[in-house]
Structures are given as structure tokens and as C-alpha cells.
């Protein structure tokens, strides 16, 4: 089983309500999220693709797969962080993010790295 300190990698996620490009009469909310990662393993990894599960507020799922984010993939060495800014819309006000970045580590070990669920709502939708 390999070492799991050699593989970390600190997923912190924000989100963000964009209100002049929601249009809640059509049942259209838009969401930023910037996400920072930062490798606290021993050993540099590439972000290769990328798995979000999202769920509005009606437990409708949609599962987005991809190659990298952003267009990039990312090779972040040990200590090193890489911040990236993308949206998501939704057709409710609240709804919910998470998914695994798949990572390829310098001596050819794939791992995925958790993106903990967050939280995308309008500002008044939670108390």
C-alpha cells in the first residue's frame, strides 16, 4: 500500500452567488467557485481530470467529467498551491458541489484527491 503522506492534496473551495448573470424568473442561477489546491505530500502531482457531482435543491444530480480544469493540468511540487476560478449554473437557488480531482504523482501513482462538498446558494436562501 503506498505511503499516503507521499499524496496529499488540500482542496479548499468558495463559492459565490453572481447575481447579474442569474435570471431567477427563468429558473437560472449562476455560481462561482474558486478552488485552491496545495499539495501536502512528499512527492510533485499532476492534476489529469477532474469528477463534480452537483446537486440542486430538487436532488437532481448532474455528474460533469473532464480532462484537467480550466483548460490547465496542473503539476503542483510539494508545498506548491494552484488557484482556479470556474462557475456552475443551477435551476434552483440551492444546491450542492463535490467531486475527486484524478492526480498522477511524479512516480506514476494514481490517486484522487476529495473536493469536500460545498454549499452554492443565493444570499438569501440561507438563514
Known sequence: MPNPDKYRIEIIPIPQFIPEQSDPESRRYLFAYTITLRNLGQMSAQLVSRHWIITDG???????????????????????????TSGSSMSTPIGT???TYQMLAEDGH???????????AIPSALH
Open 110 to 120: 494514481h490517486f484522487e484527491a476529495e473536493i469536500p462538498e460545498f454549499v452554492l
Open 58 to 84: 430538487q436532488n437532481q444530480i448532474q455528474e460533469v467529467r473532464g480532462q484537467g480544469v480550466v483548460g490547465k493540468q496542473p503539476v503542483l511540487k510539494p508545498g506548491e498551491s494552484f488557484e482556479y
Open 97 to 99: 458541489m463535490k467531486g
